[in-house]
Structures are given as C-alpha cells and as structure tokens.
C-alpha cells in the first residue's frame, strides 16, 4: 500500500445525525496518534435537520488548508448532500462508504468513478441499544485510517463523559462494530507515520486563536453582539476574560458594540469586538469616531459570504473593499488579516498592540474557513507585542490632547487624571479637543492622524515573503495556506515561485511592496471575490508588473491547491 | 455611587470651562448646564473623576462647556458609549447629555436597553420637541400638528412617553425637570446621581428659536401633586394621565445595579491556553 503524507477524509450526514461530531472524534483521536489535521464544516443555515459535513484532513505534518479531493467518503445520509456537492469532491482512486437506505449519492459523487462501497449504516446503529450511526462511521474510518480502537475509545470516553455511561457503552459498541465492518475494505493509501514531535500541540480553532491574541495583546473589555461565524470568538472571551480581571457585556445591537468598546478604550480599557459583515457595515460611523478622536479600539470581522445576510456559514474575502474604503472622509486606520489558524493569534494581538501605540481603529479581517476550522497545530511562538498606549500625565490647563507632534501621536489623557480634562469629538478639533471649522486646524489633524500611521515602523511582519523566482503568487488572509501548498507543488518540479501575502493590508507599505516585488516580472493574484477586490487594491496603491493574471472566484467553495498550482504550471509552458 | 471620590466645598464655576456655547441667546440648555454645575458642586464631584457623554444635536454640545472629561460621540450612541465606560471604570461619575432626537428617535433602542441593564449612570434628556441643529424638524415628543418643512401640516402622529418607556424598560430613577428652574433640576440631578442604577432625567427645555410657543412652558410646569413612588405601575399610571407637565422625582426604584461578574481570583496568562493543549 503506497504511503502517503496526507489524507483527506469527508463525512455526510443531515443535521442531528452527527457527522460533525464523526469529525471532532476522529480529529482528536489522530492528534492522540501523533498527526497533525483540520476540520472544517460545511453546514446549512439551519440549526437542526439541514445538511452538514465534516472535512477533514490528517497529515504527518502541519496543513493550512484542505486538499482538492477526498480519499474517503462516508454518507450516513445524503439527504441535501447535492447542496455542496462541489464541496466534497472524489476521484477514481477515492473510496465512498454508503449507507444503501440513506438516499442516492450527489450527481457530482456519482459521476467521479470512485469505488462505492455500500455498507448498512443505520441498520448496525439499530442492533446497538441506544447505538448512533455515527459512531459507526467513526469505527469505518478509524480502521481505514489505521487508528486504533483503543485510542477513540479514549476520546469517546472524555468527549462524552457528561452524557453518562450509557451513552459511552453504546458509542464504543457502535465503533466496534464500525471497525469490524471495516475489515473488508481498503483505503489503498496508508498514512506516513507523524514526523518527530518536538513542539507543544493545540487542537485549537482560529476564532479561539483570535480570542486568545486579544487578551495576550492587552484587551480586558470586549462588547459583544452575537453573527455567525464570529460567535465563538465572543463565547471564548465571555468565561475568559473575567478570568483576567476583563469584563465582556452582550451589547443590544453592533451600534451599541461598537460605541461601547470605544467607551471603554477612552477610559483607558483596551477594547475589542468581532462580529461579521452585516455588522461591520453598521459599525463603520463609529469607526470613523475612533479615527476622528484617536481612541485605539481592535473589530475582527470574521468574513462570510455577502452582500447583505448573503451566506452566514461559508466563507467569502470581499470585505476588503469596505474594510479598506468603508468609512466616509479621509479616515486613516489599521487593517490587518491573519493567514491562518495560528496567525489569528498573532495578528490579532499585533493589531492590539498596533491600534494602542497609534491610537487608532485596526479592523482584522478574518473569515469563516480559519475562524471556525479546528487544527491540530504547533503551538505558535509566543511574541511580545503588548499594548503600550502613550498616556499624559498633564499639568492643569496645559494640556492639548491633540498636540501636533513629529511622530503624530499624542498622549492621551486617561480620566482619573487630574489636569487631563478635554471633550473626545468626532467634530474636527483643534489641539485642545475644542471644535472648529477653521482649514488649518483641520488640515493640521488630518496631517497628524496620517503621519502617525505612515511614519510607524512596522517591521517585517507586514507581510509573508518567502522564495525566490520571477513568478509570484500574490494573495492574502486564509488563501496563504492553499497558495503556500501550491508553490511547494511547483517546487518540486524545480521551478521557484514567490509567495507574497500581506498581512498588514492599511497603512500600505509601498517601499516594502516595491523590495518584496524586486526581480519579479509575472504575477498571479489569487483571491476569493467575484469582483476580484484585492486586485483592484494592489492596482490602486502599488506597482505591479505588466504581466499580471488573476485567480478569482466567489465563495463558498474555497480556492484549492490544484488550482493555483494548475494555473501557475499553465503560465510556465 | 456611594464608593466615588468627591470632594468639599464646591464652587459651581469650578465645573464650566472656557468654551463659549454655541446655544442661542435664551436656549434653555443654558440653564442645564447651570443644573449640572450646580449639582457636580453640592455633590463635591471631582471634575477628574467625572466624565460628560453625549450624542448629536444642540444638548450634545454640553460635555465641552464643563470642566470634566467629556465625550461628544456620534448621533444616538451616548448611552452605549458611556455603558462600556462605566463597566470598566466603575470609579468614575457618569452623566449622560442628550436630546429628544438624539435620545429617543436614533438612541432609541439603546435607551431601552440601557434602562435594562441598569448601570449605575445617570442620563439626562433635553427635550425641546423638535430637531434644534438641523432647523426644525419634527422629533418623536414633537405635537401631531406641529408644522414643519419636513412635515407640512404636522405628522399625524402622537408623540410618544419616554418616562413610561423608561418604566416599562426598567430604569430605576425616573425624574422630569424644567431647566427654567435651575436650582430644583439641580436637586433632581443630585438625587439622580446619587440613586444607584440607571437613573433618567427628562428636562423640558424650550428651543427659543424654532419653538418659541415653549417659552410658556414657565407658566404651565408645577410640582407633581404626590411623592416618588417604589412601583412602577403606579408611577407609570400618573405619568400617562398627567399633563405633561409634573415636575419632580417620580419614581425610586430598588433594582441592584448592574455589576460585572468578577471571578474571585485572576490567573496568570499563560494558563489561558491549557484548553487548547493536547
């Protein structure tokens, strides 16, 4: 049997017939194996009785994104399943596992020549008293993947310790009996074994990186409006940070969230909120505020697909336009993206630690893929960005909290400070804080919030250059991995091909665009947007080179490693 | 706010700044500035430790022309603002400054859920009936038949009762002041402040320029005939049958303040992430 450094494994099932939990199972279990993995799910919009899937990918080595196909298939049902067939896509050397009452397969399924398998899913779940189909798809994939019995025991063991023994019993049945079933069947691949573990490992998913990356950076007061898919970012603050001494308040509306983290930031609190792009669309007047009065605030809008309610649960990358250009006047302000899993973590507490030193609003666009995918990952490097916000300790009548500075930073008074006094305003300001009409003082602000962005030095963390070579690939937040993927495909073959992925996507960095860009003569643009939102940025602010194509498409079906690696092979010959 | 610093021996022009109103000559927000830096001085308020919030429109210009911290925001938004203000820095005397466009048509629902919530702020309403800084449009306390530009021959519709929404929302101090008498809105401001909670104010005060009919309010405002009540269904009954006109403290409710969950001890950082350890 051909070894293999990864495989990619999907499991079907309608809502409430537990194919997510399939996929946590047999995550957890791989990582007690030594391997590293991602999960990603694909659900409907509704909350029972819809289709769902679970994703996954197992690997002797860390993996960013999901392969382009799957080796295994399992169906407990697939009812609804045509709605992402583009989602689950097999080919002729695939096996598919299907239950002969659980519906027909997916056109797209069907029509891919894998070997289909039909095993009586339910049937077996029956003969088990309190037995769940699903726990049979965990024992046909564990012995497929050649994970022991003994190893999702142990998971079934902690996983449903809450539900009792009775439950437990049942499940460890079911997975017997899966595994038994299993013993006919072949992958046809094995998975290489895990290379030698040194690092620390997390099974962690990037809306609890982000999480963490806020408090590491210094946030205490979080506002929280719940929007899928960022919930879960709120859900880790809200027991968390009181742990911390930080406080998290349910707001009543993003209006509300967003004026709230403000109010906290003022009074000296280092604040956040996260939500996605219906509410990063009403939060974008107060972002202006933030801007307009200097006060550090840190939104993550986790992306899904839009315009307006657009699709909740899938993934999409055209909030950049209203990240970049939303707010009205000329409003300097941060925008970073995080490339994967772990990077939430440290975009995330980098933007803290930016917004504070600069005292300004960062937005971290993150999205639904590495918000809600759960890895089995190295434990990421600990950084020591933490914020450090330039606070006045003024004498009384002095002090000007807008004074036009060389570096445009101003310290800021925190109340409690005797002599600080001054009114924050969204009203153009002079240097006191008092409103005015006049065009010097405003031409005076608009300068200082300018140059306090632009003159920051922020360091080779702007961006991920890696490699060589007169072709690069150019894309940003979670499409690194896939692209990354991509070029080491390429590379293989002997050909080099640079990767360029900004992560810090306001203030644009020309002069380190330009060096980054050095020797370069073609470049592919990959992106998820229909209107291929990114191009058009780069195109507005940097200098690309003539030869300039781009990979572009909509969510929810996510751009995979074949692809960009076909396109770049295509422009070689 | 028994656990906030003050001081003794106050002067009220200690409170006001420099700034020179933008209000029209006889604008009744003058005199509420005069409530609040007579209130901040019987109080002994530290101008330091006391923070002025507000919105957008004429009454939203206060917070600059005291010598607090102050916070002029974006329109409708005061109470969300100052809420994550006060959760966080619950040593600090916060006062909220709005108007009835402000407070009641785009803070609508922030006003709801503030009352709600229940932190211990304080939020006081100028309500002039009409839309002073944009020149005269109709706002939801604004007359049926009151005619404007925006809405020739009145809108038809019936203005609606802030303090029994703030009732029926759960506040925990409802007031209603005439800023033509300074000295008794300063003793509701005192009361109000001091009342733990959410505690609401509503001032009458007349806009001279696109309301000049409200200069008479001097002469139809009395004192309410009975003392605050403890229940809200009673309080709520008096305010939907007087005349619009009852000045006085209406209702003192007993509600706990809100008080953000602390855990009783804090840990380090880096145990944060044995959850995610395998």
């Known amino acids: 049997m051909p070894e293999v450094e990864n495989v990619s494994i999907a499991i079907v099932g309608s809502g409430g017939a537990g194919a997510l939990t399939t996929g946590n199972f047999l995550l957890e279990a791989a990582s007690v194996a030594g391997w590293h993995g991602l999960l990603t799910r694909t659900v409907g919009p509704q909350i029972r009785g819809g289709e769902a899937a679970a994703l996954i990918r197992l690997a002797s080595h860390p993996v960013e994104c999901l392969a382009e196909r799957f080796d295994l298939l399992i169906g407990i049902d697939w009812l609804n399943a045509n709605r992402f067939g583009a989602e689950i896509e097999v080919g002729p050397q695939s096996l598919v596992i299907t239950d002969p009452h659980g519906g027909d397969l997916p056109a797209i399924v069907a029509r891919a020549g894998a070997r289909v398998v039909k095993v009586p899913i339910k049937e077996m779940a029956k003969a088990i008293p309190e037995g769940r189909p699903n726990m049979i798809a965990l024992g046909l994939a564990a012995d497929l993947l050649g994970l022991s019995e003994d190893i999702l025991s142990v998971v079934i063991e902690k996983r449903l310790a809450e539900k009792g023994r009775t439950a437990i019993e049942a499940s460890r049945a079911g997975l017997k009996a899966g595994i038994a079933a299993a013993a006919d069947l072949d992958l046809g691949m094995r998975l290489a074994p895990p290379k030698s573990r040194t690092a620390q490992r997390w099974l962690v998913s990037g809306n609890e990186t982000t999480g963490l990356g806020a408090i590491r950076g210094g946030v205490r007061f979080a506002a929280a409006y719940p929007i899928t898919p960022a919930s879960e970012i709120l859900e880790w603050l809200a027991p968390n940070l009181p742990k911390v001494g930080g406080v998290l308040l349910q707001a009543e509306d993003e209006l509300a969230a967003i004026n709230m983290i403000i109010g906290a930031s003022y009074g000296g609190t280092p604040a956040l909120t996260a939500t996605s792009g219906p509410g990063l669309s009403l939060m974008i007047e107060a972002l202006g505020l933030a801007t307009a009065a200097e006060i550090p605030i840190v939104v993550v809008d986790v992306m899904r697909a839009g315009p307006s309610t657009g699709i909740p649960t899938k993934s999409e990358q055209a909030d950049l336009n209203i990240a970049v250009y939303g707010l009205h006047g000329d409003a300097p302000h941060l925008v970073l993206a995080p490339q994967s899993i772990t990077d939430c973590l440290f975009t995330t507490q980098w933007a803290v630690y930016l917004a504070e030193t600069l005292q300004a609003p960062a937005i971290v666009l993150s999205d639904q893929f590495i918000g809600q995918a759960v890895a089995v990952t190295d434990r990421p490097a600990d950084i020591a960005f933490i914020g450090q916000r330039a606070k006045a300790l003024p004498e009384a009548g002095a002090y000007k909290r807008y004074a036009v500075s060389a570096g445009g930073v101003s310290p800021m008074a925190i109340p409690g400070t005797r002599g600080g006094q001054y009114t924050a305003d969204g009203l153009t300001h002079n240097e006191r804080g008092t409103p005015t009409s006049s065009e010097g003082d405003h031409r005076a602000q608009l300068d200082k919030r300018c140059t306090k962005l632009e003159q920051f030095t922020y360091g080779d963390h702007w961006a991920t250059v890696e490699g060589d070579g007169e072709l690069a690939i150019m894309t940003w937040g979670s499409l690194t991995g896939a692209a990354r993927e991509a070029i080491e495909r390429v590379r293989r073959n002997g050909r080099d091909v640079r990767l360029i992925a900004p992560r810090l996507l306001l203030p644009v960095q020309p002069e380190r665009f330009t060096a980054a860009l050095h020797g370069v003569k073609r470049i592919l643009i990959v992106e998820q947007s229909h209107g291929a939102q990114f191009h058009r940025y780069l195109r507005a602010h940097y200098d690309l080179p003539d030869d300039v194509r781009v990979l572009h498409r909509p969510g929810p079906l996510p751009i995979r490693p074949n692809e960009i690696e076909q396109a770049l092979m295509q422009w070689s010959s | ?278």
């Open chain 2, 1 to 278: 706010m028994s656990s906030i610093q003050t001081r003794l021996a106050c002067n009220p022009a200690d409170y006001k700044s420099d700034i020179k109103p933008i209000w029209c000559p006889g604008c009744g927000d003058y005199h509420v500035l005069m409530s609040f830096t007579r209130a901040f001085a019987e109080l002994g308020l530290l101008p330091e430790k006391t923070v002025v919030v507000s919105g957008i429109g004429c009454s939203s210009r206060i917070p600059a022309y005291t010598s607090c911290y102050g916070f002029h925001g974006v329109h409708g938004r005061s109470l969300a603002l100052a809420t994550g203000l006060k959760v966080t820095r619950p040593d600090l005397t916060v006062v909220v400054a709005s108007g009835d466009g402000d407070g009641y048509s785009i803070g609508g629902n922030h006003f709801l859920h503030a009352c709600r919530r229940n932190v211990d702020i304080t939020y006081v309403v100028m309500d002039n009936r009409v839309y002073g800084m944009t020149k005269g449009q109709p706002s939801p306390t604004t007359e049926p038949d009151f005619d404007t530009a925006l809405s020739p021959g009145g809108t038809g519709l019936s203005p609606f009762h802030p303090l029994v929404i703030a009732l029926a929302a759960g506040a925990n101090f409802v007031a209603r002041a005439f800023s033509g008498s300074p000295n008794e809105t300063a003793s509701i401001l005192v009361e109000a402040i001091r009342h733990p909670g959410f505690s609401f104010v509503e001032v009458l005060s007349p806009c001279v320029t696109f309301r000049p009919d409200e200069r008479e309010w001097k002469n139809r405002v009395h004192p309410a005939p009975v003392a605050a009540t403890n229940d809200p269904g009673k309080a709520a009954r008096r305010i939907m049958t007087d005349d619009g006109f009852n000045i006085g403290i209406l209702y003192r409710g007993n509600r706990l303040p809100y008080q953000a969950k602390a855990e009783p001890r804090t840990i380090d950082l880096a145990e944060l992430e044995r959850e995610f350890e395998l």
